[in-house]
T-cell receptor, first 109, second 117 residues
Framework: GQQVMQIPQYQHVQEGEDFTTYCNSSTTLSNIQWYKQRPGGHPVFLIQLVKSGEVKKQKRLTFQFGEAKKNSSLHITATQTTDVGTYFCAGHFGNQFYFGTGTSLTVIP | GAVVSQHPSWVICKSGTSVKIECRSLDFQATTMFWYRQFPKQSLMLMATSNEGSKATYEQGVEKDKFLINHASLTLSTLTVTSAHPEDSSFYIC?????????????FGPGTRLTVL
């Protein structure tokens, strides 16, 4: 079946350090979405990427969609304690929608 | 932004009883809603897609007779866990799609934490 894997599974960083999570799909995606889930909370939509090679920025967050539309990345510059949470990518395969395995980010003050 | 609510936010029930969870889109109409379950420290697993006015589409391995879904209006979908057992204990999250195309944004509810004793 379709698989959307993320690495790393866990990441601990010192506040101020950068952080990157990578999302890899077994097949080509129609689009990629990124969500953030705080501990005890629900996923919150961050962004959607549609075009091959697309790059979007939201303040300290940079999202990239691979040329082959099979991978994506989220990079956070100069992490803050408010960045703590689990980041999920999610992709459409036709009409199906699957979440990635998630990367849990811990920021040490 | 669009708001989706869920009720209840948490529920504890005895084994063998049924539990109904409501998912409402508060400020938009949602032709399609989705039900997910999430185990601790794991990703969200899609259980079923709920379409207003028609039968839900269940993912492989999800028992439709155990997880009854009703999408009676454009703003309300319900998930009933019938004859719940301890292994059904989980975090159940719904989402509502704001639009008619598969790639339109999904907005998530706050989730319902079910504990079956």
């Amino acid at each position: 079946g379709q698989q959307v894997m993320q690495i790393p599974q866990y990441q601990h960083v010192q506040e101020g350090e950068d952080f990157t999570t990578y999302c890899n799909s077994s097949t080509t995606l129609s689009n990629i979405q990124w969500y953030k889930q705080r501990p005890g909370g629900h996923p919150v939509f961050l962004i959607q990427l549609v075009k091959s090679g697309e790059v979007k920025k939201q303040k300290r967050l940079t999202f990239q969609f691979g040329e082959a539309k099979k991978n994506s990345s989220l990079h956070i510059t100069a992490t803050q304690t408010t960045d703590v949470g689990t980041y999920f990518c999610a992709g459409h395969f036709g009409n199906q929608f699957y979440f990635g395995t998630g990367t849990s980010l811990t920021v040490i003050p | 932004g669009a708001v989706v609510s869920q009720h209840p936010s948490w529920v504890i029930c005895k084994s063998g009883t049924s539990v109904k969870i409501e998912c409402r889109s508060l400020d938009f109409q949602a032709t399609t809603m989705f039900w997910y379950r999430q185990f601790p420290k794991q990703s969200l697993m899609l259980m079923a897609t709920s379409n207003e006015g028609s039968k839900a589409t269940y993912e492989q391995g999800v028992e439709k007779d155990k997880f009854l879904i009703n999408h009676a209006s454009l703003t309300l979908s319900t998930l009933t866990v019938t004859s719940a057992h301890p292994e059904d204990s989980s975090f159940y999250i719904c989402s509502a799609r704001d639009g008619l195309t598969p790639t339109d944004t999904q907005y998530f509810g706050p989730g319902t934490r079910l504990t079956v004793l």
